[in-house]
């Protein structure tokens, strides 16, 4: 039986208004927000914004579980265990091969925040962890784009050639970690919806065999978590991105590099850092325009970013990673 482990942490909750000055074009990004905590699986869609494009089953895991559903929790499920990126408690799961269940797949689709402007640069990160009870893992994972929602009435693969796409020949074979699949792509159509999944087939779909803790899942069964596409490199391209929150006439904010990048900042504001204990770690004010605040004095960990102009105040949570 497995323990119950309870963590007390801070808990900052706001609301963060969605606007076209959004940085990352991807809705609820971290499958944090959802309408009801789910209690089975194949129920993606109760993550806001998310659905399943095909009859595949793809799965929601949320730290709102309780322990009679702890198949569905975070971080221990039925995957094994997992803490969520940014530890904030929610991910996806889908099946990218299933060896003896010819070409099924499992994907997930969102409809973006705002439609890509054509022949623009943009930038993509997912990140992916191969759960522990997975028998095999995979190469075969990417990320498309396209006009329409993509869809089909069976659960075999989506044909299509994905934007972006792991390196062939890098397994994604980490149960440990989180594993970045990143790359870029100039749009060349007004691209709304994004689609991530196995789009080869299985005479295409390269595995290898792994040793699972506990063999309950016979196939490549990832979790999928922090995904982005921005214009910005650095804020789909830094180690452990923070998603982006708007309040503060659309502050946007990111940490790379042993540093903390402030975008938007309208008039003077106040940020303070604090750790997970609530301790103040730094306090500053900061001008108009966009701001760089070095970090190099905090240690790895999480942190809270506190930021206030008089008139709206909004908290983030950020990871500083300085050597991966």
Not at 24 to 42: E, W
């Amino acid at each position: 039986m497995l323990k119950h482990f309870v963590k007390i942490f801070f808990v900052f909750c706001f609301f963060s208004l969605i606007t076209k000055g959004q940085t990352n074009l991807v809705p609820n990004p971290g499958f944090i927000v959802y309408d009801t905590c789910p209690d089975n699986f194949s129920q993606i869609n109760r993550a806001i914004d998310w659905v399943s494009p095909s009859t595949g089953t793809p799965d929601y895991y949320n730290q709102c579980c309780t322990l009679g559903s702890l198949y569905l929790g975070v971080p221990y499920n039925n995957g094994g265990f997992q803490e969520a990126i940014n530890n904030d408690g929610a991910y996806a799961g889908l099946i990218a091969i299933e060896p003896g269940s010819t070409n099924y797949r499992e994907y997930i689709q969102a409809k973006l925040i705002n439609t890509l402007t054509i022949n623009q640069k943009y930038f993509v990160t997912i990140y992916v962890s191969l759960t522990n009870n997975s028998l095999y893992a995979t190469d075969a994972l990417g990320i498309y784009l396209s006009k329409t929602k993509v869809s089909r009435i069976d659960y075999l693969n989506l044909g299509f050639t994905p934007h972006v796409s792991n390196p062939i020949g890098h397994f994604l074979s980490d149960t440990l970690n989180w594993m970045k699949i990143s790359g870029s792509f100039t749009a060349d159509s007004a691209y709304q919806y994004i689609t991530i999944g196995n789009f080869k087939n299985d005479l295409n779909t390269d595995t290898v065999r792994v040793t699972p803790s506990n063999p309950a899942i016979t196939d490549a069964y990832y979790y999928i978590d922090d995904i982005c596409i921005s214009t910005d490199s650095l804020m789909c391209n830094s180690l452990m991105s923070i998603k982006t929150h708007l309040g503060l006439n659309n502050l946007n904010m990111y940490y790379n590099n042993n540093a903390l990048y402030l975008k938007g900042v309208t008039q003077i504001t106040t940020i303070e850092i604090y750790d997970v204990a609530g301790k103040l770690m730094f306090a500053s004010k900061t001008s108009k325009g966009d701001n760089k605040i070095e970090l190099i004095n905090l240690n790895d960990g999480i942190y809270f970013v506190k930021t206030n102009d008089g008139n709206q105040q909004q908290i983030n949570k950020i990871r500083i990673t300085k050597n991966p």
